[in-house]
């Protein structure tokens, strides 16, 4: 909150909240036992409310508020070193979203439902290729061999 207060004035928030000066100065203050002198912010309590009822659509809003959007965490990509499979999952996640807007578009309209399924597809796929990206920037995939030491590429010998 204390980043923010400097973006945006106090008592701009304040006014247009409906709240006084001083709760607002008492969100950017540590709440970190009863002694501090901070009040819980609406961030805390935001993440309370995740925390309390593990429902990510809490979160999903208010990224949406935001102009944007929320992507899980992506479950641990093993490194075994075999990059073209986890590639084609990616490939088939992707093929699996423009399928399910084929079917959905078949009648050229998409209904309430459909539209729903194809929210749901597009978000698996946000999270399986973020998941890709995660593991590829945290050095999980080995990078190539030199074409001397990898035994696929050298001269077969007779």
Known sequence: MREVLKEVPAKRI?????????LVYKWAE???????SGASNPLDRV???????????????VCERADGFFIRNPHS????????????DIVQEFADMLA???????????????????????????????GFVHAAEAGKFPP???PEKDPRKSPAKT
């Open 14 to 22: 304040a006014s247009e909240m409906g709240l006084s000066l001083s």
């Open 100 to 130: 399910t807007i084929a079917q959905a578009a078949g009648d050229n309209a998409i209904s309430t439902e459909e539209a729903r399924k194809i929210r749901r597809r597009w978000e698996e796929l946000k999270s399986v290729t973020e």
């Open 30 to 36: 540590p709440t970190e036992d009863e002694t501090g």
């Open 47 to 61: 993440g309370q409310l995740i925390r309390i009822t593990s429902n990510p659509r809490i979160a999903q809003w």
């Open 77 to 88: 990509i093993a490194a075994d070193g075999h990059l073209i499979p986890i590639t084609n």
């Open 144 to 146: 190539p061999m030199p």
